[in-house]
């Protein structure tokens, strides 16, 4: 199975910060990686897919790109509403893994 | 508006069976993809089961192959799983979710149906 080990487990950033979020793959998975935010309480969001496609509705400050096999989610000037957990996700091969997630908090 | 409803779960002793359903709206069903994903109390997703369009694939999960079974019926707009031989470790709120048109990724969620497996 593709492994994707992902970081921070958690970060803290203030309303305006720009923050990123690290996954890296076990294997090549040739730009076939999604992120998705999920909100307390609530289901997971897709934010973007083969690695730095916004999904339809998504606001512009989310961002994803790559190098190699490490994949990376920025955002940029963080609002209350972005607050949550945030998963990046391989599409590349089955067994389709999660990396284990980011707790993000706004100060 | 994409709406995915799952219905089904509950609590249920370890060994037994359960049946999740998911009805979907607000799109052409029998055009997409179907997964089920789970997540464990407090911990991270886990993506057990894809369904085709029309059902002529079908992948799995290690954790539940032979044991969870996906299905659907494009007549009645509704995805299933079918669940059995239950265990502890099978505790998790059970997603259903549209799978992209170009992509293994999910594009749309159900809000969830909570499964626990307890004696």
């Known amino acids: 199975d593709i492994q994707m080990t992902q970081s921070p487990a958690s970060l803290s950033a203030s309303l305006g910060e720009t923050v990123s979020i690290e996954c890296l793959a076990s294997?090549?998975?040739?730009?076939?990686l999604a992120w998705y935010q999920q909100k307390p309480g609530k289901s997971p969001q897709l934010l973007i897919y083969?690695?730095?496609s916004l999904q339809d509705g998504v606001p512009s400050r989310f961002s994803g790109s790559e190098s190699g096999t490490q994949y990376s989610l920025e955002i940029n000037s963080l609002q209350p509403e972005d607050e949550g957990d945030y998963f990046c996700?391989?599409?590349?091969?089955?067994?389709?893994?999660f990396g284990s997630g980011t707790k993000l908090e706004i100060k | 508006e994409v709406q995915l409803v799952e219905s089904g779960g509950g609590l249920v002793k370890p060994g037994s069976s359960l049946k999740l359903s998911c009805v979907a709206s607000?799109?052409?069903?029998?055009?997409?993809?179907m997964h089920w994903i789970r997540q464990a109390p407090k911990k991270g997703l886990e993506w057990i089961a894809l369904?085709?369009?029309?059902?002529?694939?079908?992948y799995y999960a290690d954790s539940v192959k032979g044991r969870f079974t996906i299905s659907r019926d494009n007549s009645k707009n509704t995805l299933y799983l079918e669940m059995n031989s239950l265990r502890s470790e099978d505790t998790a709120m059970y997603y259903c979710a549209k799978g992209h048109y170009s992509s293994y990724v999910m594009d749309a969620w159900g809000q969830g149906a909570s499964v626990t497996v307890s004696s």
């Open positions: 294997e090549d998975i040739y730009s076939n």
């Open positions: 083969y690695a730095s």
């Open positions: 607000g799109f052409t069903f029998s055009s997409y993809g």
């Open positions: 996700q391989q599409s590349y091969k089955f067994p389709l893994t």
């Open positions: 369904i085709y369009y029309d059902s002529s694939n079908k």
